[in-house]
């Protein structure tokens, strides 16, 4: 694979085979693009739209040096990998988007912290504590309560804890295997917030609405669209999308989530080189799925529009259930009747807490986003 050039990219190799890579096949289609997939299960759901497989770990590097040789650049659907490993690659001319770099520096949270302090972006306050340190030091001048985070590997809430007390804390640094950790202020919140933004190679920027996130046991549960805030957050939101995707020099997609204080100060909170969760709606409610305008970033064609196409939407997760196969199946063909909805049901096997699927919502402006959104969580986990 040699360094590409606009309009001759055709083959795009994807690290990751879950739900992410798989919803990008109808936009691979329609952009007439192949997706050759690295993943390490012949029964993950991307495996069943790729034009090709490499079956092995997202973090093989010579796993990754055999899809390197079937595509024409190279995108993540999983920032999990071997950045170190992967260098010798991108030596040999194996074109990566978003770089390596990027990826390198998502994957250690308090890098992520730093960089974001660099560039000028608000942060919640925090501490950074290599191995042999006092953690209770450091813990006590930030204050509690505070939130104790693995550096590498966490998401969807693994690899974090709330410590309300002292006396909670070395416990819970046990629990997470003495490794070196981020400690941070706990922000209370009025709102979470996220907005996905893309950047092509020429430096074209696309920004897609702010949503609101809500999480239940720290796992998103619902996404509206467009949050409820004012113009003026919105603005904030928009600025920092762009702030950071051109700084980054990003080419490629962005999630990004933050928080909303009582005070409407907007600090970050996490970043995510790919598409995310908080823009699956984006299928459903944009003149350009997020899956799509990944597509279009890394494969050098213009970005499309991010408009909504609809007053609001409201995105649901489906987690497995404490239930039967049966019992789930059931409940999807219930939701399929939902008028305005649409279901996407990922074909994983079933596991209690799992994201097995997720339904969007377009209403009418004049229905209530809530209201819509209990109804669907009341079928759907009762």
Known sequence: MVNPHPQSIRRVGVIGGGQLAWMMAPAAQALGLELVIQTPKADDPAVA????????????????ASLAAQCDVITFENEFIDCAGLQGLVNRGVVFRPSLAVLDLVLDKARQRQYFDRIGLANPRYTVLEAGEDLTTRAEALGFPLVIKNRRLGYDGYGTAMVSSPDQLIPLWEKLGRRPVLLEEFVPFKQELAVMVARSKQGEIAVYPTVETQQVNQICRR??????????????????ARTLAASLDLVGILGIECFLTQDDRVLINEIAPRTH????????????????????????????????????????N????????????????????????????????????????????????NDDPVALSRSIENLWYT
């Not at 350009?288 to 990944?294: A, I, Y």
């Not at 008028?339 to 074909?347: D, T």
Request: net charge negative.
């Open 49 to 64: 739209i790729a034009a090709a497989t490499v079956l092995a770990e997202v973090g093989d590097g010579e796993a990754t």
């Open 277 to 316: 969760n908080s823009g699956h709606y984006s299928l459903d409610a944009c003149r350009t799925s997020q899956f799509e305008q990944q597509l279009r970033a890394v494969s050098d064609r213009p970005l499309g529009s991010t408009e909504l196409i609809c007053p609001q939407a409201i995105m649901i």
């Open 223 to 240: 996404v509206f669209v467009p949050a409820p805030i004012s113009p003026a957050i919105a603005a904030t939101m928009d600025n920092l």
């Open 318 to 365: 489906l987690l497995g259930l404490e239930q039967s196969q049966s019992a789930h199946h059931d409940k999807i063909h219930t939701l399929k009747t939902i008028p305005n909805s649409h279901l996407y049901w990922y074909e994983k096997a079933i596991r209690p807490g799992r994201k097995l699927g997720h339904i969007t919502l377009c209403p009418p402006s």
